[in-house]
Structures are given as structure tokens and as C-alpha cells.
């Protein structure tokens, strides 16, 4: 095995190059995965279970579809997710869930200098959804991330 020398000089920028190039793909995203899983329960107005009705979950990156009560594994994204569950004998029950930003996304900023902000950003990593939503059928809520609960109502529309 032949041996490889260096010129007097050369060993540490190549280090810091190779070293730099190693730890890149790490600070790439401090906030995780795009994806994230939510679970879908719908309820009468009495608060009573209403099992087997058929949700659809949308937002700017896809729909999924589930059957109540399940969970699906979605994509985040700084848009609103529209839940839209539906069964027969009741009237439609709709959720608009407000996408809130984790709060890694500002080490993002920090650390990175906001590279991993902007990738981030464009995957959909630095956002996140409530991991448990009720849908209550023959009604419309808007729910906040502050809180996690129905900020406004108002009957759902035929």
C-alpha cells in the first residue's frame, strides 16, 4: 500500500474541507422529519363516538383518507389542513387545523444561518399539526396551535 504525502500546507484546509463536508448533511435540519402522524376521532354533537365515517385530510402537499376512528401518517406544511369527515345519517363534520411552527425552526435560523430554515421550510419539517383532533359531526371549528381547541364554530354546510 502506497503511502500519500502532502505538501507542507495542504493537510489542514483539506481536513477542514472534508471535515465541513461530513457534518453539512447534519445541521441540514434541526426540527425533523416532514412527516407526522395524526389521529382522527369524530364525535355526535352530544360527545358521543361516531365510529366508520370517512375523513379527508388535505393540504398543500397531498390528502389522505382514513376511516374513524384511525390515525395516517401526513406530510406537514406551513398550509392550513382541512379535515372533512363524512358518514351517513349525520351531517358533515369539518376542521381546519392552523399549521404552527415547532420551535427549532428558529435554532434553524440560528445555527445554521438559515440554510436549514429554508429547507425546512420547503419540506414541511418545521411545521406541525395537533397529533390528536376531534371532529364533531354537523359542525365547523377552526383550531388554533395556541391552544389546541375549537376557536370558532359554526353548522356545517349541506
Given at each position: ?11 489542514a ?19 425533523g ?30 390528502k ?70 376531534q ?24
Amino acid at each position: 500500500m502506497k503511502a500519500v504525502t502532502f505538501e507542507s500546507g495542504t493537510t489542514a484546509p483539506l481536513l477542514a474541507t472534508l471535515a465541513a463536508a461530513c457534518l453539512a448533511p447534519a445541521c441540514a435540519s434541526v426540527t425533523g422529519t416532514p412527516l407526522e402522524s395524526i389521529t382522527i376521532q369524530t364525535r355526535d354533537r352530544s360527545g358521543n363516538e361516531v365510529t366508520g365515517a370517512a375523513c379527508e385530510l388535505s393540504n398543500a402537499k397531498g390528502k389522505w383518507l382514513l376511516t374513524s376512528p384511525g390515525s395516517v401518517t401526513i406530510t406537514r406544511s406551513n398550509d392550513n389542513m382541512l379535515i372533512t369527515c363524512r358518514k351517513d345519517g349525520q351531517d358533515d363534520g369539518v376542521v381546519a387545523l392552523v399549521s404552527s411552527t415547532k420551535g427549532a425552526m428558529f435554532g434553524n435560523i440560528l445555527l445554521g444561518g438559515g440554510i436549514g430554515a429554508i429547507i425546512d421550510h420547503d419540506s414541511g419539517a418545521a411545521y406541525e399539526y395537533p397529533q390528536l383532533v376531534q371532529v364533531e359531526m354537523g359542525a365547523t371549528h377552526v383550531i388554533k396551535p395556541a391552544d389546541d381547541r375549537p376557536a370558532d364554530s359554526a353548522p356545517a354546510a349541506k
